[in-house]
C-alpha cells in the first residue's frame, strides 16, 4: 500500500494512505526519520521510503506554484 507522511506526532507518522485514509505508523516501521511530505510503500508493518517519487512530486508541486505566480 502508498503512503505519503503528512505529519510526525510523538513515535507516530501520521500517513494519508490509498483510499485517503489516514493511518498511524510507528516511526519504528521505517529505515530512517520520514519527513513531512515523503512517499512511502507499506506492508507486513515495514515503510519503505520512496525518495526519487518524492522529489519529482516536490519538483512539480513547485513548478505548479511557480506558474501560479506568474500568472497574477
Not at 12 to 36: H, T, W, Y
Not at 45 to 71: D, M, N, W
Amino acid at each position: 500500500m502508498k503512503g505519503t507522511v503528512d505529519r510526525i506526532e510523538e513515535n507516530f507518522a501520521v500517513c494519508e494512505m490509498e483510499g485517503r485514509v489516514m493511518q498511524n505508523i510507528p516511526l519504528s516501521a521505517f529505515p530512517e526519520q520520514p519527513k513531512d511530505g515523503d512517499l512511502f510503500d507499506y506492508e507486513n508493518g515495514i515503510a519503505v521510503l520512496r525518495p526519487t517519487e518524492t522529489a519529482e512530486r516536490k519538483e512539480e508541486i513547485q513548478s505548479l506554484f511557480e506558474r501560479l505566480k506568474k500568472k497574477k
